[in-house]
């Protein structure tokens, strides 16, 4: 698949890249048109631990546990050689008290 990757021009790497997007959104999967592995992640720990999504326009959390009503605001990093750094980015107006 790499090599298949490499003969694109970039213009087509980035149609590509649209053409993924939209397939993941048709899935349910990814929901924004933002980094497809934040949207992955949050799919996958809501589908895997029962949790509701929330609705993308909602701040301060992605997924609420509707047995407990627990909010949650759900990370992922993609370590790469290239970046291998586990960092997260920052809880924004963690003061809100969005999350639980």
Not at 40 to 54: C, D, H, K, M, N
Not at 72 to 83: A, F, H, S, V
């Amino acid at each position: 698949m790499r090599d298949l990757l490499q003969t694109f021009t970039p213009k087509q790497l980035l149609q590509l890249t649209g053409e993924v997007i939209d397939e993941l959104t048709s899935r349910g999967i990814a929901r924004t048109g933002n980094n497809p592995l934040a949207d992955y992640s949050e799919w996958l720990v809501a589908t895997r631990f029962g949790w509701t999504l929330a609705e993308p326009s909602v701040q301060g959390y992605d997924a609420t546990d509707p047995a407990t009503r627990t909010r949650y605001e759900i990370k992922c990093r993609r370590i790469t050689p290239r970046n291998p750094s586990r960092q997260l980015s920052a809880i924004r107006a963690i003061d809100g008290q969005h999350l639980d």
